[in-house]
């Protein structure tokens, strides 16, 4: 039988919110490791708040918005080598940085970090999912679902459970800044809805949604549409 590749864009809030959480590493292997026979995944990790860390401290010598992005793509680099490690000899040997150049290949588990400038991570996953044809991405992050607005500033934000790119690009900044943090970057959601592909967005701390939706196909998040 064929697998079915499946693409995640993993952020680096779940991989290290303070320090490193082991135990969501581990859960997060066996999870995967339940659909082993069934799935191929590529996981593109983000940097989180070691990157947003070494950013701020950065901004402070007026670090330029390349340069930025540059420490933030190191951070990415970083833990994608420590989820590679995770995996052990059940994940490609290498970690890509360049998306236009993966391939399909026999490993159960792909892992990739951030790769120039001016690209996040959430950029890299779309452009994965468009060359292995994957129609889905999942975006594993530490929020619940997307809302109508911040919900740290606008007290009468909604949660929102199925939206269209269109109406998404309309409660999100339109331009990607840095360590910017938001559901999915703005210049990826264009990619996206330019390539029909649609976003599972769910709390990668709660690794019994990801399974729901792998098995059924249930969304237990929000889902963003062409």
């Not at 790119?165 to 990619?191: E, V």
């Amino acid at each position: 039988m064929k697998k079915q590749y499946v693409v995640i864009s993993l952020g680096g809030s779940l991989i290290a919110p303070d320090s490193i959480d082991v135990d969501f590493l581990s859960r997060l292997k066996a999870t995967l490791k339940r659909f082993s026979h069934t799935h191929q995944f590529v996981l593109i990790c983000g940097g989180g708040a070691t990157a947003r860390r070494y950013q701020a401290i950065a901004r402070q010598f007026k670090a330029t918005p390349e340069l930025l992005d540059r420490i933030g793509i190191q951070a990415t680099i970083l833990n994608a080598w420590l989820v590679r490690s995770v995996f052990g000899k059940t994940a490609h040997p290498e970690i890509i940085t360049n998306p236009n150049s993966v391939q399909k290949n026999k490993s159960f588990i792909t892992v990739g970090a951030g790769w120039k400038p001016g690209w996040s991570t959430d950029y890299d996953a779309i452009t994965i999912a468009i060359k292995l044809e994957a129609k889905t991405v999942i975006n594993l992050s530490n929020t619940n679902k997307v809302y109508t607005a911040d919900p740290r500033i606008d007290k009468n934000a909604k949660p929102v459970s199925c939206i269209s790119w269109k109406q998404y690009a309309a409660i999100i900044p339109q331009k990607w800044t840095p360590g910017m943090n938001c559901p999915f970057d703005p210049i990826a959601s264009q990619l996206a809805s330019k390539h029909n592909i649609r976003l599972v967005l769910m709390n990668g701390k709660q690794l019994q949604r990801l399974v729901s939706f792998l098995k059924t196909g249930s969304v237990k998040g929000t889902l963003i549409h062409p």
